[in-house]
């Protein structure tokens, strides 16, 4: 089992910057691909980015390309999301999860969630 704390979230005006971190425990991080996904209110919680259990390979949304980075830090158990040129859209409640399945053009997500972080962009 993996166990997930999601953190970094915050208010942040248009075009700023912050980057969030999903610390995470159990002896099985380092097999994971990991995602960060986000739910706005009133919507469904949809992928963000990607990576996998070595970090060789990355994707992302096409609303996120070019603004967002996903990293992923085997020896610390910790996967971070940078986040440049916020926008107003952007803002959400960020997840991270432990992928069931994942190749650059798939992934599955598990049932291993972390609460979640507040992200706000104000315009």
């Known amino acids: 089992q993996v166990q997930l704390v999601e953190s970094g979230g915050g208010l942040v005006q248009a075009g700023g910057s912050l980057r969030l971190s999903c610390a995470a425990s159990?002896?099985?991080?380092?097999?994971?691909?990991m995602g960060w996904f986000r739910q706005a209110p009133g919507k469904e919680r949809d992928f963000v980015a990607g990576?996998?259990?070595?970090?060789?390979?990355?994707s992302y949304a096409d609303s996120v390309k070019g603004r967002f980075t996903i990293s992923k830090d085997n020896t610390k158990k910790m996967v971070y999301l940078q986040m440049n040129s916020l926008k107003p859209e952007d803002t959400a409640v960020y997840y991270c999860?432990?992928?069931?399945?994942?190749?650059?053009?798939?992934?599955?997500?598990?049932?291993?969630w972390g609460a979640g972080t507040q992200v706000t962009v104000s315009s």
């Open positions: 999860n432990a992928l069931r399945r994942y190749t650059s053009s798939y992934y599955d997500s598990s049932d291993y």
């Open positions: 159990g002896r099985a991080f380092s097999s994971y691909a």
């Open positions: 990576i996998s259990w070595n970090g060789g390979t990355t």
